[in-house]
């Protein structure tokens, strides 16, 4: 994702300055025209000309920003104002980010600003999604609403999120303790036996000296390994950044098939659940599309919904480019189709949105059902076959003997 530098005029006419992450210069214009900016001039920013800023202050969780969107609405509801809400809820949250955030609206709304419009000032803490759903609640004056509407669309999004990161915990575990085991292995068990093996002068069988050759090389060149390894490690964390690599672990999800059960649903209840969001609160369609693209997680579904965005601007409906992207489910598009035909759009959304999140559980207990056996499985042969490198000469001793 690349860094974009623009110079911007408000709703205020005052000329601002600043930088916001996009993957493509048209993204990040639409995300600031959004915002109501006027774009005057915008340049891709290198490691030189990015905008250096030092947090130690972690990211928001949705945990934390559906306590804040309640706890604003049940203030805000009691007849407290903005500003003095806004003081509170900042002494109150624990995230030293988001207090300064909260502390900086504050200040803007005490200047006169729009209460959207100043959190729209802190892209890195405040969601599109959220800046959205609090500019329609003051134009339609019901701010309490959007904000309630939000804590439950990011308490549903928490939910499904650590779902999915659920059933991701159980293979990584496991491939780490497959590791640990074969270092352990290679490095403290082979060797000893290996001295027994040279002072017997015994003919060993090809696998035990394929794991000898093995053992010895990771005990000469460990100080080599362990630098390659984490050089690997970073050269694909950092590639899976780039465009290239968010297509091609895209893809990959979406190939493999108990995985991309997974992906897909997740993704559909996410689509529906904030779209439904947005609609309700009388964000425009297209509007809504791009800024739900957004959230997607995987880029091949969010590439979709930009085009779908685009398509509707000429007056496709959406259910259309719902079912030509082919990524997700016929109920998906068969619903919203029934929506659109009866004019009951949010409410087809809002039904998918549940089913979907039910289907993710579910998708959760059928992955980790596949995976559990598939990783013992691996487990057992790659320590299995350690054993079998070590038994296999003594064996071949032990039948020697016997046969005297």
Same mark, same amino acid.
């Given at each position: 994702?690349?860094?974009?530098? &623009?110079?911007?005029? =408000?709703?205020?006419?005052?000329?601002?300055?600043?930088?916001?992450?996009? =993957?493509?210069?048209?993204? @990040?214009?639409?995300?600031?025209?959004?915002?109501?900016?006027?774009?005057?001039?915008?340049?891709?920013?290198?490691?030189?000309?990015?905008? $250096?800023?030092?947090?130690?202050?972690?990211?928001?969780?949705?945990?934390?920003?559906?306590?804040?969107?309640?706890?604003?609405?049940?203030?805000?509801?009691?007849?407290?104002? !903005?500003?003095?809400?806004?003081?509170?809820?900042?002494?109150?949250?624990?995230?030293?980010?988001?207090?300064?955030?909260?502390?900086?609206?504050?200040?803007?709304?005490?200047?006169?600003? %729009?209460?959207?419009?100043?959190?729209?000032?802190?892209?890195?803490?405040?969601?599109?999604?959220?800046?959205?759903?609090?500019?329609?609640?003051?134009?339609?004056?019901?701010?309490?609403?959007?904000?309630?509407?939000?804590? $439950?669309?990011?308490?549903?999004?928490?939910?499904?999120?650590?779902?999915?990161?659920? %059933?991701?915990?159980?293979?990584?575990?496991?491939?780490?303790?497959?590791? @640990?085991?074969?270092?352990?292995?290679?490095?403290?068990?082979?060797?000893?036996?290996?001295?027994?093996?040279?002072?017997?002068?015994?003919?060993?069988?090809?696998?035990?000296?394929?794991?000898?050759?093995?053992? =010895?090389?990771?005990?000469?060149?460990? &100080?080599?390994?362990?630098?390659? !390894?984490?050089? !690997?490690?970073?050269?694909?964390?950092?590639?899976?950044?780039?465009?290239?690599?968010?297509?091609?672990?895209?893809?990959?999800?979406?190939?493999?098939?108990?995985?991309?059960?997974?992906?897909?649903?997740?993704?559909?209840?996410?689509?529906?659940?904030?779209?439904?969001?947005?609609?309700?609160?009388?964000?425009?369609?297209?509007?809504?599309?791009?800024?739900?693209?957004?959230?997607?997680?995987?880029?091949?579904?969010?590439?979709?919904?930009?085009?779908?965005?685009?398509?509707?601007?000429?007056?496709?409906?959406?259910?259309?480019?719902?079912?030509?992207?082919?990524?997700?489910?016929?109920?998906?598009?068969?619903?919203?189709?029934?929506?659109?035909?009866?004019?009951?759009?949010?409410?087809?959304?809002?039904?998918?949105?549940?089913?979907?999140?039910?289907?993710?559980?579910?998708?959760?207990?059928?992955?980790?059902?596949?995976?559990?056996?598939?990783?013992? !499985?691996?487990?057992?042969?790659?320590?299995?076959?350690?054993?079998?490198?070590?038994?296999?000469?003594?064996?071949?001793?032990?039948?020697?003997?016997?046969?005297?």
């Amino acid at each position: 994702m690349a860094a974009w530098g &623009f110079v911007a005029i =408000d709703k205020g006419g005052k000329e601002i300055k600043g930088s916001r992450e996009a =993957d493509s210069e048209e993204q @990040a214009l639409r995300e600031l025209k959004a915002q109501g900016l006027i774009v005057l001039e915008m340049t891709e920013q290198n490691v030189l000309t990015r905008d $250096i800023s030092i947090d130690f202050g972690g990211k928001p969780s949705a945990r934390d920003l559906s306590v804040f969107c309640r706890q604003f609405a049940s203030i805000i509801r009691a007849g407290v104002t !903005i500003i003095e809400a806004l003081r509170m809820l900042a002494e109150a949250t624990e995230n030293k980010k988001m207090q300064k955030a909260l502390l900086n609206v504050r200040a803007d709304v005490e200047k006169g600003e %729009a209460f959207a419009d100043s959190l729209a000032k802190h892209p890195t803490v405040f969601p599109e999604l959220l800046i959205q759903m609090a500019r329609a609640g003051e134009a339609s004056g019901s701010l309490e609403i959007s904000m309630e509407r939000m804590a $439950i669309q990011f308490e549903k999004a928490a939910k499904t999120k650590a779902l999915v990161k659920k %059933a991701m915990i159980y293979p990584t575990v496991v491939m780490i303790v497959a590791v @640990a085991v074969v270092i352990v292995m290679l490095v403290v068990v082979i060797p000893s036996y290996t001295e027994m093996f040279q002072e017997l002068n015994a003919e060993l069988p090809a696998i035990t000296i394929a794991v000898i050759a093995m053992s =010895d090389f990771v005990k000469a060149y460990w &100080f080599i390994h362990i630098p390659v !390894i984490i050089a !690997i490690i970073l050269a694909i964390k950092a590639y899976a950044k780039t465009y290239g690599g968010k297509r091609l672990f895209g893809r990959l999800q979406l190939k493999i098939p108990a995985v991309r059960n997974l992906i897909v649903k997740s993704a559909s209840a996410m689509m529906a659940r904030t779209l439904s969001t947005l609609l309700t609160a009388g964000v425009p369609l297209n509007e809504a599309v791009g800024i739900v693209a957004n959230t997607m997680t995987n880029i091949w579904f969010r590439e979709a919904l930009q085009e779908a965005m685009e398509q509707i601007m000429i007056g496709v409906p959406l259910s259309q480019p719902l079912q030509s992207c082919g990524l997700f489910p016929p109920m998906v598009y068969y619903m919203v189709r029934i929506g659109e035909e009866a004019g009951s759009t949010e409410e087809m959304l809002n039904r998918l949105a549940d089913y979907y999140e039910e289907e993710v559980e579910l998708a959760v207990q059928s992955l980790m059902a596949v995976l559990e056996p598939m990783m013992i !499985i691996v487990l057992a042969v790659i320590v299995g076959g350690l054993i079998a490198a070590v038994m296999a000469p003594m064996m071949k001793m032990y039948e020697a003997l016997d046969s005297l």
